[in-house]
Every structure is written in structure tokens, then in C-alpha cells.
């Protein structure tokens, strides 16, 4: 199947770019348009046979110029490192009525809250999760790793060598995050120093989790629907 978007033949010459520029991004464009998965620059340029990645950063760049001027229903995003094409916010509910319940399986508040401490504090160990939270989080930890959203990243540097957890691609591409940098923005946990404040460590380290849990519950009420943007590229 064939689409033809109305607009497309002048994205080279309306804006001063070279036939083979105008190439470059309708290729990128379909590359783009069949890939269920975000693709970095470097594939998406080998897939092309482009000289270099700077082409399909330029390349996205006017497409989604266009795509705003012509007043398209999807953008190119950036998720997890790489490029996908994804359905705007707006569309979200005429998209979700096509595709019915296709995202993540819910998480419970254990793991949603776990979850939220790997998220901020890795490379965390076992031990200081299972300090922050109270409970022992051993099930949860398998969970979030069958659902491949943690991983072991490492072993710590103590007796033990117990292992350190962290957060995957796959936590990035289901939250619809570039990278780390983008979680919210709010004070990480870290480990409680001995102070002469009123508040017990317990009470810093509880206050601390439920900030960033609330955060992070926040971001994902709003990429569970996002999530099915992406139906753009399910043909």
C-alpha cells in the first residue's frame, strides 16, 4: 500500500533543498513508516546507504516541518535513542478505540514504587531498596525483570558482591523517554546522611520515595496513552 501525503513534492524545492536531500528524507520516511521499533541514526543510515547520520537528523527535521505545516496527524519522536513515528496526543482516543489494549500490563504500586527507586537511584542494590521501601522486594525485582524493564547492571564493590540493578531500553521505549536525563525532573533519592534534622532517615527516605513515585505515576498515566501513538507504524 502506497500513501501519498499532499505537500511532499515540494520538500525540496519550496525549501531550497537538493533533489537528493528531498530523497534522503522521503526514504527516511519510509524506513521510518515500516519499523515497529524505534531505529537509531546510525541504522536508519545504514539501512539508507547515507554517507553519514547527520543526513537523517537533518532528514527528520524537515520531515516534521512538514508534517506540522500540513497539519499531519503524526510527528518523527525521539524515544529510547532512536527515531519512531508516533500519532499525536490528540489522537490518542479514536486510536485506542482501533487498537483496544495494547500496552504494558499495569503495574502494581510495589513495583510501580520500585521501579521508581531503580529509576533514580541506579546502579541500586537490592538492600537499599528493600531499606527505602520497608518490605522485602524480591518478587517485585523478578517481575520488573520478566517484563524487561530492570536489569543487573553490575555487582557492588562489597562483601558479597552483591548485585546492582538498573533500568533497560525497553523502561526507556515504554515511558517514551530519549534517555535517563528526560525523567522527571524532581530531587532524586539518595541515601539519607546522618544530620541533626528532626527527621529520622526512615522519614527522609519515605518522603523521598513517594515524591519520586508520584512522578513517576504521573508520567506514566500520560505515555500509557501515548503508547498507543505508535499504532502508526503497526500496517
Known sequence: MQIKITGMEGLGRNNGKSPVAEEVAVTVEAILFAS??????????????????????DAVDRLNELYNQTGRSFRIVKIAGGYQMQT??????????????????????????TLAIIAYRQPVLRADIEAIRGVSCGEVLRGLMEKNLIRIVGRADEIGRPMLYGTTKHFLEVFGLADLKDLPQIEQLRMPQASASSASQGERAESATEESLESLEEHTEMTEQESSS????DK
Open 36 to 57: 515497529d521499533k524505534p531505529l537509531s541514526a546510525s541504522k536508519i543510515s545504514e539501512i539508507a546507504q547515507l554517507d553519514d547520520t547527520r543526513q537523517v537528523h
Open 230 to 233: 505508535a499504532v502508526v507504524n
Open 88 to 113: 499525536l496526543p490528540a489522537y490518542n482516543d479514536v486510536v485506542s478505540r482501533l487498537v483496544g489494549a495494547r500496552r504494558e500490563a499495569k503495574l502494581s504500586q510495589a513495583a510501580l514504587e
